[in-house]
Nanobody, 123 residues
């Protein structure tokens, strides 16, 4: 499965962006991670195959919403109330099997990764 992420860009603090991740084939659990300069890659959010079992990092809870459209093999990340601290390269990830929620925060649980899309939030 190949993943193609897009939708990043430059936005002012308080603004919104919507990221998309198109998969070349069927993916089970999917998620978004991000990596800021000089920092390790961190978990943002994950979603189960049927659109349920969503889970969010505390830092984005209430501001970000993950969703997916299996008919289009596409996952989305709606990001609202963006902060400068959200500035990072955002990566989408997918697994070839269902991942338990408790494992969804670990990058090693995923089999496929997109190339990343840059999100920059100015103050």
């Amino acid at each position: 499965v190949q993943l193609q992420a897009c939708g990043g860009g430059l936005v002012q603090a308080g603004g919104s962006l919507r990221l998309s991740c198109a998969a070349s084939g069927r993916a089970f659990s999917m998620g978004w991670f991000r990596q800021a300069p000089g920092k390790e890659r961190e978990f943002v959010t994950s979603i189960g195959y049927n659109g349920g079992s969503t889970f969010y990092a505390d830092s984005v809870k209430g501001r970000f919403t993950i969703s997916r459209d299996n008919a289009k093999n596409t996952m989305y990340l709606q990001m609202n109330s963006l902060k400068p601290a959200d500035t990072a390269v955002y990566y989408c990830a997918a697994a070839g099997r269902i991942i338990l929620t408790k494992s969804a925060t670990s990058a090693t649980s995923y089999d496929y990764w997109g190339q990343g899309t840059q999100v920059t939030v100015s103050s």
